[in-house]
C-alpha cells in the first residue's frame, strides 16, 4: 500500500473542507437563534442515503411498493412499537422542540427548523433521512438543545 504524502491527502480532503467553509455561516445564524447557553452542535455529512430517500407514508404501488417498508407501515406493525413516539397524540408526526435540523440541498432549497418528517431532498413531508433517527436519540440524550447540520451529495 502505497502512503500518502500531505499535500496528496489534502488535495483529498478540499471537498470536504470547502463543505464545512460553507456552511459555518449556516451553523453560527442557527446556534444563535436557537439559545444563549450550550447547543450541541452535529455534522450528518454523506451521499444518496444521507439526502433522505426513506419514505415517509407514500403508497403508491408503482414507486412505493404498496406502501411497505415506509415509516408509517413499520410504526403500525410490532418491531415499530419502541418508535411510535415520532407521531403526536393526534397521529400527525411529532415536531420535536429540542433537535433542530438545517440542510441546503442540492438544487438550493433551504430547510431549517424543528425535527420532525420532512428534511429529505425531495419536497414536501413524504421523505425522511437518517437525521430523524439519530435526532431522537440525541435529543433524547442531551439536556442541551441538538443542532444537526446536514450535508448530502447525491
Do not use: C
Request: hydrophobic share 45%; glycine share 12%; net charge negative.
Amino acid at each position: 500500500m502505497q502512503q500518502q504524502t500531505p499535500a496528496a491527502s489534502l488535495r483529498r480532503l478540499r471537498p470536504l473542507l470547502a463543505a464545512v467553509a460553507l456552511l459555518l455561516p449556516f451553523v453560527a445564524l442557527s446556534v444563535t437563534a436557537l439559545a444563549d447557553g450550550v447547543v450541541r452542535v452535529y455534522l450528518l455529512a454523506g451521499q444518496s442515503n444521507m439526502e433522505g430517500h426513506g419514505v415517509v407514508d407514500l403508497d403508491d404501488e408503482r414507486d412505493y411498493n404498496g406502501g411497505r417498508g415506509n415509516l408509517d407501515a413499520f410504526l403500525a406493525s410490532d418491531e415499530g412499537a419502541p418508535f411510535r413516539d415520532l407521531r403526536a397524540p393526534d397521529g400527525s408526526w411529532r415536531v420535536r422542540d429540542d433537535v433542530f435540523v438545517s440542510y441546503l440541498t442540492a438544487n438550493g432549497t433551504r430547510k431549517d427548523g424543528p425535527l420532525s418528517v420532512g428534511f429529505a431532498v425531495h419536497e414536501g413531508r413524504h421523505h425522511i433521512g437518517p437525521e430523524l433517527g439519530i435526532g431522537r436519540v440525541l435529543g433524547d440524550a442531551f439536556e442541551e438543545p441538538v443542532l444537526l447540520v446536514k450535508t448530502a451529495w447525491g
